[in-house]
């Protein structure tokens, strides 16, 4: 028995790598409990009868070893776990000293940081005195040196005016006039010396003012006469704004007549030169026989007249940047008047609305003095010089390119802001100083007269374009007499119409206004054009449709990339690479953004067919709705024809086809469903090239959708209705009986097969699985019926058991077609259902 229990000891878990008793570890241990006592004290060691023995000594000897061995091992394990937290607690006595030095290194710079802190303020404080006092002195200094400068300047205005006069510099003789009367009365009044000037000044001005008419029309004809190869936009433009800032302060405000005038003869000088320079290099024209310059022109062929229109509209895109840089010029100098007379006249108001408050204030500001006795606003005012500088600009960097604008307002504001220029941007030789005070106050000219003026001059731009256009549509109507541009192919329509066009589109460009005379005359040509080009289509579409066999097509690489490139969005014609072609195998289906189509030959070519039509629209702009209408009449065309031809079984009698097959119906269901697919493309493209009172003419997209829709719709229907009657023909003769599965539902899964096959490889599965739901749905109808009519009823009888198994048969058959494994086909509907 006690070796017994000395074996359970010893086998008892202990704690670390010895074994102490289970009951210790027990969170519910209590020595007052009798049976946890007895476990540990097991009395039968010292309950022996007759005294202690030997054995009895023995064993109570043992169990005090084993306990003193248990509390050995427990004190051990204690003295464990306090070893491994030693080392925390060093950590932290040792993080404590640390923490006192670095308090103590932030404390020293923190005391090092006040000090640097005192010598920047003690620094600062003397050296802003400093700058004031030397700022004041060297405005004063600049003051005096000012004065002294001005009444040298003004002792020499009489020999620089003369001086100016005879370069032609008006501007600078009257804006030096202007600004030396304005000194005299203001800055130098009272100065006995230049009591006389005053009147000698007037007179000169007088003189001036003859002078510059007569400058300006040799001016003009000089800028619209010289040669147009040269490359600069603007004749001498010093001179220009020197003869306009003149002109406006004379108040000569018809000037711009002249350059009108002068525009009228240059653009029929233009026409007649290039006329002239293209003849005399045909040798086939003999000038001694054909005198008239008409008749001469009508001579030409069209790659000859084609290279002379287009010179003649390179030389008016020439003539008319010319003429809008010029007047871009003349219009910005007066815009800059308006500017400045607008800026005045605010400056003047809110000058008045603050002339009480700062009276008010000036003893205040007087009594604000520095322990030096400096005023503290005389330092700063120094600081005010640049921008009286940079606002005084010279009107010759005004604006001289910018857009001409249909809104004055915007143009002001424009060239209100361009002409902050600085003083060393102008060659005019006068101070920014005088050209403030010359438009200020020397222009004597009223906001509505230089609003009207800059109008005035922006029309004669337009005009200048119009003027252009006039020219070339009389050009092209004396060609057009014999019936030329009517005999023109399509290239070459379309090379004429996209010249016109660019050169409409680069008028537009650069005048800012649309001249219809031109555009007008295009559109009349081009309305010619797309009748012709739409016949012709039209008429290729229905030759192609009436020699359509219905069979699939192999797509060649040619075809391939259109598509590709129409799915990038170039709806348009691949240009022709130079070089020999790349030979590339024929593909069996047409890929179209992941999808593959089963197409024929005709629809390939209608594709590129469409995209004529659309880059047809790109080339000229002006016929887009025409050719919407053409197009839209082509696939209405196309779907009809092609309707009478499978559905209407035309292609019986047309191309002397034997029958119209499932696959032709499946393969004309899928080349409309391509067309489909680029419709909404196609109303894009022509949906931005429609003005918005043109998105109406959008909805004949609509309409043929609808009927492409409708027409693949039949022919599902046509589909479905082959295999219905295929259905009530078989099984009105099905009878219930052996052998299973019957000859009726072998033949139906045959033919079911043999339609699978033919439209799979055509219509995505999809379709396929719609069309076969169908075609289920039509058999389950027929096969109920002829049920109810054998009067077999689901009851588990031997005719339900053979209906079962050839149903079963029926399924397993059709769900092992490819594509159709998923097909849930419910025959549970065979079966009518008890009330």
Same mark, same amino acid.
């Given at each position: 028995? #006690?070796?017994?229990? =000395?074996?359970?000891?010893?086998?008892?878990?202990?704690?670390? %790598?010895?074994?102490?008793?289970?009951?210790?570890?027990?969170?519910?241990?209590?020595?007052?409990?009798?049976?946890?006592?007895?476990?540990?004290?097991?009395?039968?060691?010292?309950?022996?009868?007759?005294?202690?023995?030997?054995?009895?000594?023995?064993?109570?000897?043992?169990?005090?070893?084993? /306990?003193?061995?248990?509390?050995?091992?427990?004190?051990?394990?204690?003295?464990?776990?306090?070893?491994?937290?030693?080392?925390?607690?060093?950590?932290?006595?040792?993080?404590?000293?640390?923490?006192? +030095?670095?308090?103590?290194?932030?404390?020293?710079?923190?005391?090092?940081?006040?000090?640097?802190?005192?010598?920047?303020?003690?620094?600062?404080?003397?050296?802003?005195?400093?700058?004031?006092?030397?700022?004041? !002195?060297?405005?004063?200094?600049?003051? &005096?040196?000012?004065?002294?400068?001005?009444?040298?300047?003004? $002792?020499?205005?009489?020999? !620089?005016?003369?001086?100016?006069?005879?370069?032609?510099?008006?501007?600078? &003789? /009257?804006?030096?006039?202007?600004?030396?009367?304005?000194?005299?009365?203001?800055?130098?009044?009272?100065?006995?010396?230049?009591? %006389?000037?005053?009147?000698?000044?007037?007179?000169?001005?007088?003189?001036?003012?003859?002078?510059?008419?007569?400058?300006?029309?040799?001016?003009?004809?000089?800028?619209?006469?010289?040669?147009?190869?040269?490359?600069?936009?603007?004749?001498?433009?010093?001179?220009?704004?020197?003869?306009?800032?003149?002109?406006?302060?004379?108040?000569?405000?018809?000037?711009?007549?002249?350059?009108?005038?002068?525009?009228?003869?240059?653009?029929?000088?233009?026409?007649?030169?290039?006329?002239?320079?293209?003849?005399?290099?045909?040798?086939?024209?003999?000038?001694?026989?054909?005198?008239?310059?008409?008749?001469?022109?009508?001579?030409?062929?069209?790659?000859?007249?084609?290279?002379?229109?287009?010179?003649?509209?390179?030389?008016?895109?020439?003539?008319?940047?010319?003429?809008?840089?010029?007047?871009?010029?003349?219009?910005?100098?007066?815009?800059?008047?308006? +500017?400045?007379?607008?800026?005045?006249?605010?400056?003047?108001?809110?000058?008045?609305?603050?002339?009480?408050?700062?009276?008010?204030?000036?003893?205040?500001?007087?009594?604000?003095?520095? $322990?030096?006795?400096?005023?503290?606003?005389?330092?700063?005012?120094?600081?005010?010089?640049?921008?009286?500088?940079?606002?005084?600009?010279?009107?010759?960097?005004?604006?001289? +390119?910018?857009?001409?604008?249909?809104?004055?307002?915007?143009?002001?504001?424009?060239?209100?802001?361009?002409?902050?220029?600085?003083?060393?941007?102008?060659?005019?030789?006068?101070?920014?100083?005088?050209?403030?005070?010359?438009?200020?106050?020397?222009?004597?000219?009223?906001?509505?007269?230089?609003?009207?003026?800059?109008?005035?001059?922006?029309?004669?731009?337009?005009?200048?374009?119009?003027?252009?256009?006039? #020219?070339?549509?009389?050009?092209?109507?004396?060609?057009?007499? +014999?019936?030329?541009?009517?005999?023109?192919?399509?290239?070459?329509?379309?090379?004429?119409?996209?010249?016109?066009? !660019?050169?409409?589109?680069?008028?537009?460009?650069?005048?800012?206004?649309?001249?219809?005379?031109?555009?007008?005359?295009?559109?009349?040509? &081009?309305?010619?054009?797309?009748?012709?080009?739409?016949?012709?289509?039209?008429?290729?579409?229905?030759?192609?449709?009436?020699?359509?066999?219905?069979?699939?097509?192999?797509?060649?690489?040619?075809?391939?990339?259109?598509?590709?490139?129409?799915?990038?969005?170039?709806?348009?014609?691949?240009?022709?690479?130079?070089?020999?072609?790349?030979?590339?195998?024929?593909?069996?289906?047409?890929?179209?953004?992941?999808?593959?189509?089963?197409?024929?030959?005709?629809?390939?070519?209608?594709?590129?067919?469409?995209?004529?039509?659309?880059?047809?629209?790109?080339?000229?702009?002006?016929?887009?709705?025409?050719?919407?209408?053409?197009?839209?009449?082509? =696939?209405?065309?196309?779907?009809?024809?092609?309707?009478?031809?499978?559905?209407?079984?035309?292609?019986?009698?047309?191309?002397?086809?034997?029958?119209? !097959?499932?696959?032709?119906?499946?393969?004309?269901?899928?080349?409309?469903?391509?067309?489909?697919?680029?419709?909404?493309?196609?109303?894009?493209?022509?949906?931005?090239?429609?003005?918005?009172?043109?998105?109406?003419?959008?909805? $004949?997209?609509?309409?043929?959708?609808?009927?492409? %829709?409708?027409?693949? &719709?039949?022919?599902?229907?046509?589909?479905?209705?082959?295999?219905?009657?295929?259905?009530?023909?078989?099984?009105?003769?099905?009878?219930?009986?052996?052998?299973?599965?019957?000859?009726?539902?072998?033949?139906?899964?045959?033919?079911?097969?043999?339609?699978?096959?033919?439209?799979?490889?055509?219509?995505?599965?999809?379709?396929?699985?719609?069309?076969?739901?169908?075609?289920?749905?039509?058999?389950?109808?027929?096969?109920?019926?002829?049920?109810?009519?054998?009067?077999?009823?689901?009851?588990?009888?031997?005719?339900?058991?053979?209906?079962?198994?050839?149903?079963?048969?029926?399924?397993?058959?059709?769900?092992?077609?490819?594509?159709?494994?998923?097909?849930?086909?419910?025959?549970?509907?065979?079966?009518?259902?008890?009330?």
């Amino acid at each position: 028995m #006690r070796s017994a229990r =000395l074996f359970v000891l010893l086998k008892t878990p202990l704690i670390g %790598h010895c074994y102490i008793l289970k009951i210790f570890m027990k969170p519910d241990f209590a020595l007052e409990d009798p049976l946890t006592f007895n476990m540990v004290l097991p009395w039968s060691h010292f309950n022996t009868a007759g005294g202690k023995g030997n054995r009895d000594t023995a064993s109570s000897k043992l169990l005090q070893e084993k /306990l003193s061995h248990y509390l050995d091992i427990v004190e051990v394990n204690i003295a464990h776990q306090i070893s491994l937290r030693s080392e925390a607690f060093f950590h932290a006595m040792t993080s404590q000293h640390e923490l006192q +030095d670095y308090l103590r290194k932030t404390s020293q710079a923190v005391k090092m940081l006040r000090d640097k802190i005192g010598q920047i303020d003690k620094v600062m404080c003397e050296g802003s005195l400093k700058v004031l006092r030397l700022s004041l !002195t060297r405005n004063n200094c600049i003051k &005096a040196y000012d004065k002294l400068k001005l009444m040298a300047t003004v $002792h020499q205005t009489q020999p !620089t005016v003369q001086l100016l006069l005879s370069t032609s510099e008006f501007v600078g &003789a /009257l804006d030096l006039i202007a600004t030396t009367q304005e000194v005299l009365q203001q800055e130098l009044q009272g100065i006995h010396s230049f009591r %006389h000037l005053g009147s000698q000044l007037c007179e000169l001005e007088k003189l001036i003012d003859k002078m510059m008419i007569a400058e300006f029309s040799t001016y003009a004809r000089s800028d619209l006469n010289r040669p147009l190869e040269e490359e600069c936009q603007i004749l001498e433009e010093d001179r220009l704004v020197s003869l306009v800032f003149g002109l406006l302060k004379q108040r000569k405000l018809n000037f711009f007549e002249i350059y009108g005038d002068e525009i009228i003869i240059t653009a029929k000088n233009i026409i007649k030169q290039c006329v002239i320079n293209t003849v005399s290099e045909i040798e086939e024209i003999d000038t001694e026989v054909v005198v008239k310059l008409a008749d001469q022109m009508r001579m030409m062929n069209f790659p000859q007249w084609f290279d002379l229109l287009k010179n003649i509209f390179s030389n008016f895109i020439i003539f008319l940047k010319r003429i809008k840089a010029t007047l871009n010029v003349i219009r910005s100098v007066v815009l800059l008047v308006l +500017d400045k007379n607008q800026r005045s006249k605010e400056l003047g108001e809110a000058s008045v609305q603050k002339n009480p408050s700062r009276e008010s204030s000036v003893d205040t500001e007087v009594a604000y003095l520095t $322990h030096e006795g400096m005023f503290i606003s005389d330092a700063f005012s120094g600081r005010d010089l640049p921008s009286a500088t940079a606002n005084s600009a010279s009107p010759r960097n005004v604006c001289p +390119d910018s857009e001409p604008s249909s809104s004055d307002s915007v143009s002001e504001s424009e060239c209100a802001t361009d002409s902050s220029s600085s003083k060393e941007q102008t060659s005019l030789g006068i101070t920014p100083v005088g050209i403030e005070t010359m438009i200020g106050e020397d222009m004597k000219l009223s906001e509505l007269e230089l609003v009207r003026l800059a109008n005035n001059i922006q029309e004669l731009l337009y005009s200048a374009s119009d003027i252009c256009h006039d #020219r070339s549509v009389k050009f092209l109507m004396a060609r057009a007499k +014999d019936g030329f541009l009517e005999k023109l192919n399509s290239t070459e329509f379309v090379a004429l119409s996209r010249l016109m066009e !660019t050169f409409i589109l680069d008028t537009e460009h650069i005048c800012g206004r649309k001249s219809m005379s031109l555009r007008g005359a295009l559109q009349g040509q &081009a309305n010619k054009f797309v009748n012709r080009f739409h016949e012709e289509r039209k008429t290729k579409l229905s030759l192609l449709l009436d020699n359509e066999r219905w069979k699939q097509a192999e797509v060649p690489a040619e075809f391939q990339d259109l598509v590709d490139s129409i799915s990038e969005g170039k709806i348009a014609l691949p240009e022709k690479k130079p070089g020999a072609p790349e030979e590339r195998k024929p593909m069996e289906f047409l890929v179209v953004d992941g999808q593959k189509y089963a197409v024929v030959g005709t629809v390939l070519l209608l594709i590129r067919i469409i995209l004529e039509y659309c880059q047809c629209v790109d080339n000229i702009p002006s016929i887009a709705t025409d050719m919407l209408t053409r197009l839209s009449d082509l =696939l209405k065309y196309f779907n009809s024809r092609s309707c009478q031809l499978v559905l209407g079984a035309g292609a019986l009698q047309v191309v002397g086809l034997k029958t119209i !097959t499932t696959k032709n119906l499946a393969l004309s269901s899928r080349c409309l469903q391509l067309i489909v697919h680029y419709i909404p493309m196609i109303r894009v493209h022509f949906e931005s090239r429609l003005q918005p009172k043109q998105f109406s003419m959008l909805r $004949h997209f609509d309409h043929i959708t609808k009927d492409y %829709h409708d027409h693949i &719709a039949e022919i599902a229907a046509k589909l479905v209705a082959i295999m219905d009657g295929l259905f009530d023909k078989l099984l009105a003769k099905y009878e219930v009986k052996a052998p299973v599965p019957s000859a009726c539902f072998r033949n139906i899964c045959k033919q079911m097969a043999k339609m699978h096959e033919a439209i799979y490889e055509l219509l995505p599965e999809e379709q396929t699985q719609m069309l076969f739901l169908r075609i289920n749905a039509s058999y389950k109808l027929h096969l109920k019926r002829q049920l109810a009519h054998l009067n077999v009823v689901n009851d588990g009888g031997p005719q339900n058991g053979l209906v079962t198994a050839d149903v079963a048969f029926y399924t397993g058959n059709l769900q092992a077609l490819k594509g159709l494994q998923t097909l849930d086909l419910n025959m549970a509907e065979i079966w009518e259902q008890k009330r």
